[in-house]
Structures are given as C-alpha cells and as structure tokens.
C-alpha cells in the first residue's frame, strides 16, 4: 500500500510550464508600448467616433497578451485559448456597441436636460 501513495504523489511533484525570461520580459515590455499607444491616440488622435472601437481594440490585444503568457494559455490546450479570445471579442462587441449606441441619444438627452423638465 506505500508503494501506491508514493505512486500517486509523485506526479503532484512536477512544476508547471517554465516560460523564458526573455519571453516574460518582451511581452512586459510589449504591455508597456500598448500602454503608450493608448495613452497617446486617447490625447492626440481623433478618429471622430472611432476612438472608442480604438481603444477597446488595443485593451484586447493587452489583455489577450496577459492571459496568453501570464497566465499561461499559450501552453495549455488550444480550446481554452480560443474560448478566451472570442469571449474577449464578444465583450469588446458588446461594450463597442453599448457606447456607440449612447452616443446616438446623447443630443436628446442633452436637450431634455436644457428644457428643464422633469420625470414625475
């Protein structure tokens, strides 16, 4: 019988995937240049609109890249990455979506709050 429980802790022994420094810091230093570039195009570029669709792009690729190296996806089984990645795709749709729609109704708003009226 202690021949089966060591049996069975010895696979508990292993260490999980080792990524290369190399590997960690370029994509640290990859997280750090999308950090600028979303700085910079929120203060000096306007694509009239767009911005939002910009920036919700950029944070995806920064957060696709976090879960994919950080946390390991990239080595685990193709299935989960992808499932990641079209459930990031769908909330950048979403939230894509959400904003542009109140961009649309924002006048109204505006003009009902410069009428005075109120809801009873």
């Not at 009239?48 to 190296?69: D, P, T």
């Not at 299935?79 to 769908?90: D, E, K, P, R, T």
Request: with cysteine; proline share 3%.
């Amino acid at each position: 019988m202690p021949e089966l429980a060591h049996d069975i802790h010895a696979h508990e022994e292993h260490v999980g995937h080792v990524v290369p420094i190399r590997l960690t810091i370029g994509v640290g230093i990859f997280l750090l240049v999308m950090t600028v570039i979303t700085v910079y195009t929120a203060k000096f570029v306007d694509l009239h609109g767009f911005n939002i669709w910009l920036a919700l792009m950029i944070a995806f690729v920064k957060a696709s890249a976090v879960c994919l190296y950080f946390m390991h996806l990239r080595w685990d089984s193709p299935f989960n990455g992808i499932v990641l990645i079209a459930s990031f795709l769908f909330v950048v749709l979403f939230i894509g979506l959400a904003i542009t729609d109140t961009a649309e109704y924002q006048p109204q708003v505006e003009q009902w709050r410069r009428s005075g009226l109120t809801l009873q």
